[in-house]
T-cell receptor, first 112, second 113 residues
């Protein structure tokens, strides 16, 4: 039973346009959400996070939106750059433990 | 800080052999996680430790897998005996409990032939 879902295995976007990556979760006890980026042959690197008490967090070109009622979050990248091409993982943590549950990832390709 | 350090980066072994993966977490972090990445299952948690104590090992696939954390700066993941289906990339991550962000090592790519 997948608690964190990323229903789009892949996404292609033109350079300069907006990339929107989506993530859904089922566990209402999750209180902290993160996005990681992963290049081939490297470990996932932390990108941006959001606490459940917020609905938006912005860091440069990256913005994460959280809709708690829909149990949905999204990562917006504006403008998209070829260097953003990677696999993006959504992750969540519940307020009891310190475990991080990851989604299956979305492969983003930014085309020049 | 050098970040989370894993060794080896690559391991090729024959079926039936023992394999030991190693991890050095970020200094001061008190939570350590072992993940396995496969094409089919993505990033799945195998086990995590808090203050060197195993908290949840429900992700460990079989008794062939074991993990230890003898001190705050070192952890091992052992597979004995190894099987071809164990081939995957194994990641170690650490975090400072309560701050919410896990930092990953570069991973160990294990190939069992």
């Amino acid at each position: 039973d997948q608690q964190v879902k990323q229903n789009s295995p892949s996404l292609s976007v033109q350079e300069g346009r907006i990339s929107i990556l989506n993530c859904d979760y089922t566990n209402s006890m999750f209180d902290y959400f993160l996005w990681y980026k992963k290049y081939p042959a490297e470990g996932p690197t932390f990108l941006i996070s959001i606490s459940s008490i917020k609905d938006k967090n912005e860091d440069g070109r990256f913005t994460v939106f959280l809709n708690k009622s829909a149990k949905h979050l999204s990562l917006h990248i504006v403008p998209s750059q070829p260097g953003d091409s990677a696999v993006y993982f959504c992750a969540a943590r519940d307020n009891y433990g310190q475990n991080f549950v990851f989604g299956p990832g979305t492969r983003l390709s930014v085309l020049p | 800080d050098a970040g989370v350090i894993q060794s080896p980066r690559h391991e090729v072994t024959e079926m039936g052999q023992e394999v030991t993966l190693r991890c050095k977490p970020i200094s001061g972090h008190n939570s350590l996680f072992w993940y396995r990445q496969t094409m089919m299952r993505g990033l799945e948690l195998l086990i995590y430790f808090n203050n060197n104590v195993p908290i949840d090992d429900s992700g460990m696939p079989e008794d062939r897998f074991s993990a230890k954390m003898p001190n705050a700066s070192f952890s091992t993941l052992k597979i004995q005996p190894s099987e071809p289906r164990d081939s995957a990339v194994y990641f170690c991550a650490s975090s400072l409990g309560g701050t919410g962000t896990a930092f990953f090592g570069q991973g160990t790519r294990l190939t069992v032939v």
